[in-house]
């Protein structure tokens, strides 16, 4: 797929492009940065499949200012072009700002999360780097840094599930944010969205992402010989110790997962594998954190699915009292 060079849109407007950010990826085409109008767009080859689909679905959330849509289509490359923001909340969290800016941050984004479930949508990829941030100033040691806009972005692989479905078959977003249930492709609904948003939560306030894993704990001692073992079975163990408050809840996934899955016999070995000498560590038991934080993160990632509250039911939480105004 050559690559372009200048672009005009639906708008009239013309795009003149500065750099690819992306190559080809999967069945999308390339990214690029351009200019039009002494302002800064993002544009998106999504392919002639997915465009028209697309188009109707930008318009569907045209009217929330905290989902990404496109500001402007180029049909004749079967592109968007998207505002320009400055950063994401992968990197933005790492600058010296107040905490309340990064709480407004993810209330911002649990907007835009609220009005894609509100429409009946699964994001399916919720993550840092997919929280595009605009703002004032440039942080840092004594500096100041104020957050002017949120949005939820990279929202192309959203999937519409009606009320009292779910997906089937799906390994929905990236592995360290991901829920237990879309780690088995499993009836993956509002709730999985909700799980990955959690640990977006726990990342923005702490900067620790909680599903990393260093290649040295890919390998444990057994019988006296080194042994590898997968990343992923590292990530189960953690989400099976961090997020299942009691039992029940441990007996509510598996019940949600159902005994005849695949993925059964891997979380049924998993819970086997805790006791004395290797003890679960729920999240509800943590110290050091805020208690009306730590109470908003176990009902965002309790284990079982049924149990996770939903995205307008978070917004009420006492959490956000002190969030500043947009």
């Known amino acids: ?40 767009y993002v544009l998106k080859d999504v392919g002639s499949q997915a465009f028209k689909h697309l188009d109707h679905m930008y318009n ?13 289509a180029i049909p004749d490359h079967t592109m968007f072009a998207f505002r320009y923001f400055k950063d994401h909340l992968l990197s933005f969290a790492g600058k010296a700002v107040p905490e309340s800016q990064v709480k407004r941050i993810l209330r911002d984004s649990l907007r835009g999360l609220a009005a894609m479930h509100e429409k009946r949508f699964v994001h399916g990829d919720v993550k840092p780097n997919n929280i595009v941030i605009d703002y004032d100033g440039e942080g840092g040691e004594g500096g100041k840094c104020t957050v002017t806009q949120v949005q939820l972005a990279d929202i192309e692989d959203a999937a519409y599930v009606p009320e009292g479905k779910a997906i089937e078959g799906w390994t929905a977003g990236n592995w360290m944010w991901r829920s ?37 704990e890919l390998f444990v001692t057994h019988e006296g010989q080194k042994v590898e073992i997968e990343k992923l079975a590292v990530v189960i163990e953690r989400q099976m110790s961090y997020f299942a408050p009691d039992l029940d809840s441990i007996e509510g996934f598996m019940a949600y997962l159902g005994g005849d899955h695949p993925w059964a016999p891997i979380f049924t070995v998993t819970v086997e594998g805790f006791g004395k000498d290797n003890p679960r560590k729920p999240l509800t038991l943590w110290t050091g954190i805020e208690e009306d934080f730590r109470d ?7 284990l079982n699915p049924l149990n996770r509250i939903g995205s307008k039911e978070a917004l009420e939480h006492p959490w956000w009292k002190d969030v500043p105004d947009d």
């Open 296 to 302: 908003l993160l176990a009902k965002l990632t309790d």
């Open 180 to 216: 237990p249930e879309a780690h088995a492709a499993r009836k993956l609904c509002e709730e999985s969205d909700m799980f990955s948003f959690g640990l977006v939560c726990i990342y923005a306030m702490t900067r620790r992402i909680l599903m990393a894993v260093d290649d040295k």
């Open 60 to 72: 569907d959330f045209r009217a929330s200012t905290y989902v990404r849509v496109a500001e402007d």
């Open 1 to 40: 797929m050559a690559a372009i060079t200048s672009a005009i849109g639906r708008s009239g407007r013309r795009y003149v492009v500065e750099k690819i950010l992306q190559e080809s990826r999967g069945p999308y085409g390339p990214v690029y940065l351009a200019s039009a109008d002494n302002k800064r």
